[in-house]
């Protein structure tokens, strides 16, 4: 299955450009999860266009750039993920927030997001129902509430939600990097296989 991934947007300062940049371990992570990954491009004029011809059968968004709202300096990459997680919903497509994806879709719902401190650490707890995880927290916003349309799956001890998903299941979202953890967890492909399915 092909997938529409988001990119981070970096300014070089020696030539003032303006770059999209996806890390190579998301390509590699999603090909053991039998996924093809399909950078998009932070341009909301040619998002459209993209979609018709790329066609994809879920959404991720990646982290790195906080939301415009929260001070962040991408609103071209606010714009374009908004707009896919619209595409995703009006078509009930599988969607996977990271990190600051996570954070988009708090947003769409009008979950209020604050800072928070002692979140950016190569290892913490994450308490879900079933047992605690030991994984990396790259991010200065979260949020410690929900709403009916999110249902919250793990938190850290601080009471900050670190997982969710849309009752249905078609939403997931999560506060850690998947990707940054080598060799990968086991269970983080087997998330990505229950999200989006496996590869025939």
């Not at 266009?49 to 790195?64: R, S, Y």
């Amino acid at each position: 299955m092909k997938i529409a991934v988001t990119q981070r947007v970096i300014t070089d300062p020696n030539t003032h450009e303006r770059r999209d940049a996806l890390d190579q371990r998301w390509s590699a992570l999603l090909a053991q999860a039998g996924l093809i990954a399909l950078p998009v491009p932070n341009n909301p004029s040619l998002l459209e266009a993209f979609l018709a011809e790329t066609q994809p059968g879920g959404i991720l968004l990646t982290g790195g750039n906080d939301l415009a709202a929260l001070g962040g300096d991408a609103p071209e990459r606010d714009a374009v993920e908004s707009a896919l997680l619209r595409y995703a919903l009006d078509r009930d497509l599988p969607l996977l927030g990271v990190c600051r994806g996570m954070q988009m879709i708090q947003a769409h719902y009008g979950v209020p997001l604050k800072r928070v401190q002692g979140h950016v650490c190569p290892r913490q707890t994450i308490r879900f129902a079933d047992g605690d995880i030991t994984v990396n927290s790259f991010h200065n916003f979260g949020a410690t509430e929900t709403v009916a349309a999110l249902l919250v799956t793990g938190s850290a001890e601080d009471g900050v939600i670190k997982a969710i998903r849309s009752p249905r299941g078609r939403l997931h979202g999560i506060m850690w990097h998947p990707e940054r953890i080598e060799p990968p967890r086991p269970e983080d492909i087997a998330l990505l296989h229950d999200i989006y399915g496996r590869a025939p």
